[in-house]
């Protein structure tokens, strides 16, 4: 795909909030392949769902102490997502099928580890990107890995150059900036459902809006949803069920700022909105973070995109030089 885009287009964007299903493994890929579907028969482009939608986010880590979280832990375990594998295949489909991209957000296990993981799947079905999120957050660490910045990268598709980041990610400033130093058009946000009451969804707001503004990119931003059912089978504190309650905020924010449809803060949906792309130059044109309103001579971002790996084999040349420039370890000097 040509890196060179026309201003003129105009991609018809949508985020989910919905419920994952706790009670059938594999129940949580059908729903988001009906969303799919769903999307498709209303001329959806872009499908953005919410933060490890698949199977569902670890609610349990957060209102649970580590000594009584394992049975839930382990279940994860069960039913965490492996990449590539029968998952990723049925989404893939599913977005070749429509001729979509979509964004899904996955409890991704690789071997030992779970890792919170972000999936962008072009509109011909290919994962065109895999990244994990670079710092599990308060309670999230006792449930997954730390990524890696291999992943910081946007993926030119076919709605354009699209990137994205989880929950509080959106705090660290340098990961947001390195998305933006790649001309990110489409930011996807994910996060779960409420946590901490309605100023989550407040912080939500501020997040997503202050992103458009200074990336001068669209968001598209997907919150989970738990019915009172689900939330009170987790628990019966009523502290923790009022926490777990008010906090959503499904969104659509121009690069001006402004939300591009009303958003969706209760009960299950889709937001749905035509991005005129245009738009970003016309915010561009006042202040381009990474172009004309830069300053790398004086503030710019060094960035370590290796993955980051257990182990990693060296080759002859990197072992001489290990070995003082010798084969097996031997120096050159006589005694």
């Known amino acids: 795909m040509s890196e060179t885009r026309s201003d003129k287009r105009v991609i018809r964007a949508a985020a989910v909030q919905i419920t994952p299903d706790f009670e059938r493994s594999g129940g949580t890929v059908e729903k988001v392949c009906s969303a799919i579907d769903e999307a498709a028969s209303k001329g959806v482009q872009l499908i953005v769902f919410p933060e490890t939608f698949v199977p569902y986010y670890p609610y349990f880590s957060f209102i649970r102490t580590p000594v009584a ?74 449930v997954w890995g730390q990524g890696d910045a291999a992943g910081l990268k946007v993926a030119s598709t076919n709605v354009g150059r699209v990137g994205a980041l989880a929950c509080w990610e959106h705090y660290n400033p340098l990961a947001r900036y390195a998305l933006m130093a790649q001309h990110e058009e489409i930011h996807c946000s994910q996060f779960p459902g409420s946590l901490v009451g309605p100023i989550f969804a407040d912080q939500i707001e501020v997040t997503i809006r202050h992103h458009a503004l200074e990336s001068g990119c669209f968001v598209v931003n997907a919150t989970g949803w738990l019915t009172d059912a689900q939330i009170e089978s987790m628990t019966s504190d009523l502290k923790l069920q009022k926490a777990l309650r008010g906090g959503c905020n499904t969104a659509i924010i121009s690069p001006e700022g402004q939300h591009v449809v009303e958003p969706l803060r209760e009960g299950e949906g889709m937001v749905i909105a ?49 070995g003082n420039g010798a084969p097996g370890g031997e120096t050159n000097e006589r005694e």
């Open 69 to 142: 979280s394992g049975p839930e832990h382990m279940k994860l375990y069960e039913e965490a997502v492996v990449v590539p594998g029968p998952v990723t295949h049925a989404v893939s489909e599913r977005a070749r099928m429509h001729r979509m991209v979509v964004v899904l957000g996955v409890n991704e296990r690789d071997h030992g580890s779970l890792y919170n993981t972000q999936l962008i799947f072009d509109a011909d079905g290919r994962l065109v990107l895999k990244r994990r999120k670079i710092t599990p957050t308060f309670h999230e660490r006792m």
């Open 274 to 322: 035509d991005l005129d792309m245009s738009l970003i130059t016309k915010r561009k044109r006042m202040m381009d973070s990474v172009g004309h309103y830069a300053r790398p001579e004086l503030l710019s971002l060094q960035i370590n995109d290796r993955p980051a790996v257990p182990m990693e084999p060296m080759n002859g040349l990197e072992l001489a030089a290990a």
